[in-house]
């Protein structure tokens, strides 16, 4: 069960969670619904480090296509001492 806050938020931040969880998409989604401006998201590239391997807790890979699906603009950037290590990733209202 997703608890819902008890209202609506101008905007997330999911920094370094989405990987951690078995289904990462039902967060996201319960952000989208609950966010009137928007959502952040960061989360190590998989493209860059075996994600799986980077943290015993890290369970799912997420992906700039898996964020994109998901209605996210996603940049890449330097966070972890690998060149575009780790994937920012915007979503707004507007989509």
Not at 54 to 83: A, C, N, V
């Amino acid at each position: 069960m997703t608890r819902q806050p008890p209202r609506a938020f101008d905007w997330f931040a999911c920094l370094e969670v989405l990987e951690h969880l078995r289904d990462p998409g039902r967060l996201v989604g319960a952000l989208q619904d609950n966010a009137t401006r928007g959502v952040v998201i960061t989360t190590p590239n998989p493209e860059v480090w075996d994600v799986l391997a980077m943290d015993p807790t890290h369970l799912t890979p997420i992906s700039q296509g898996m964020l994109r699906e998901w209605g996210f603009r996603t940049t890449l950037h330097t966070f972890y001492g690998k060149y575009q290590d780790g994937i920012t990733g915007l979503w707004t209202g507007a989509g």
